[in-house]
């Protein structure tokens, strides 16, 4: 599990990155996997959700992970949310009765929050949701609910770090296209050509107005030991992979 310690300073909001460790699952899904997707046994993942939320203090409260197809559209949603089928790849609250989830395994994972307001919000950002506005639909979805760009903080966890996502140049071009200066985000090397998700979400975030943007350096990819990775299993010509969870949560809850 991982929390950046600048979440600390914020009381009113608990968050956590978990790993794929500790956990009960088996096999290429070892062992923290999250992901109902994936064709692990439902209730070793509904377990596993289990053993991850009360590892954070969270498992009186319920989770609410999207249906995630990587667009670029963001729910609000409520305690009346429960056990919905929600198409999204991102979510926004102001309840505190209910805990924000989404599932990686190279993609990142972005929280906002604003505590002044009491409003969260977390998102799974692949290349596609990135440059397809999932970054700016959900800033813009927190300022239609009451906050204001200097209060909004984004935290990004582990995704595919540059020296793993490797691409070509159709999809170089794709981003070019949207602006000429998205070739600060790719470098070339040995005639391979990366690709650096990061970065790119990083400059996304501060584009649209959140100055605050907390991370740190993962690769989802390389490090194995502690996390599951969608390009890794192809490589290795897996049948599958696990996901790695993020929550989210106000703090506190009313009685």
Known sequence: MFIFEETNKYPQIKCAFFSRK???????????????????KESNILKNRIIALKKIGLNKK???IPNQTHSNKIKI???????????????LTQSNKIVLGVLTADCAPIFFFDCKKNTISAIHAGWRGAKNGIIKNTIKLM?????KLNNIIS?????????????????????????????????IKNNEMNFDLKSYIIEKIKNYGVKKVLFRSFDTFKDKKNFFSYRRSLISKEKDYGRCLSVISINGEKK
Do not use: H, T, W
């Open 22 to 40: 500790k956990g009960i699952s088996n096999g290429i899904y070892k062992s923290l996997n999250c992901g109902l997707n994936s064709k692990d």
């Open 62 to 64: 319920k989770l609410i």
């Open 77 to 91: 949603v409520d305690e009346n949310s429960i056990g919905q089928n929600i198409k999204a790849d991102g979510l």
């Open 143 to 147: 300022l239609e609910c009451g906050s």
């Open 155 to 187: 935290c990004i966890g582990p995704c595919v770090g540059k020296e793993s996502y490797k691409v070509n140049n159709d999809f170089f071009r794709k981003f070019i296209i949207e602006s000429s200066k998205n070739k600060e985000f790719f470098s």
